[in-house]
Nanobody, 115 residues
Framework: QVQLMESGGALVRVGGSLRLSCAASGSGFRFDYMAWYRQAPGMQRELVAVITRGGRTNYADSVKGRFTISRDNAKNTVYLQMNSLKPEDTADYYC?????????WGQGTQVTVSS
C-alpha cells in the first residue's frame, strides 16, 4: 500500500517562498505522473502542477513563472518550489501520484499567505 506524506506547509508573508515535499512510501512503485493540487476554502480542488516520470511539466496559468515542480524518481518524491507567494495561493496543498490503474492522494499540507 502506498502512502503519500506531504510536508513544508506554513504561514508566510506575501512575496515569500516555500518548498513543499511529498514522499511516497512503499517500494516497487513507478509513478507515471506526480502532481500538486490545492483547495482553498469553499473552492473546488484544482491542479497546480504536474510532472511526468520523464520530467515534462505543466502548470496552472495562475502559478506559471512562480512555482516549480520537480521530482526524484529514485526517492519517489515530488517537490513544489513556490516563490513570490500571493494571498490567493492560500490553500491546502495535496500531493497526487498516478501508477495506473492506481491513483493516490496525500492528506494535505496547509499554506497560508498573509498580507
Amino acid at each position: 500500500q502506498v502512502q503519500l506524506m506531504e510536508s513544508g506547509g506554513a504561514l508566510v508573508r506575501v512575496g515569500g517562498s516555500l518548498r513543499l515535499s511529498c514522499a511516497a512510501s512503499g517500494s516497487g512503485f513507478r509513478f507515471d505522473y506526480m502532481a500538486w493540487y490545492r483547495q482553498a476554502p469553499g473552492m473546488q480542488r484544482e491542479l497546480v502542477a504536474v510532472i511526468t516520470r520523464g520530467g515534462r511539466t505543466n502548470y496552472a496559468d495562475s502559478v506559471k513563472g512562480r512555482f516549480t515542480i520537480s521530482r526524484d524518481n529514485a526517492k519517489n518524491t515530488v517537490y513544489l518550489q513556490m516563490n513570490s507567494l500571493k494571498p490567493e495561493d492560500t490553500a491546502d496543498y495535496y500531493c497526487n501520484a498516478n501508477a495506473p490503474p492506481y491513483n493516490y492522494w496525500g492528506q494535505g499540507t496547509q499554506v497560508t499567505v498573509s498580507s
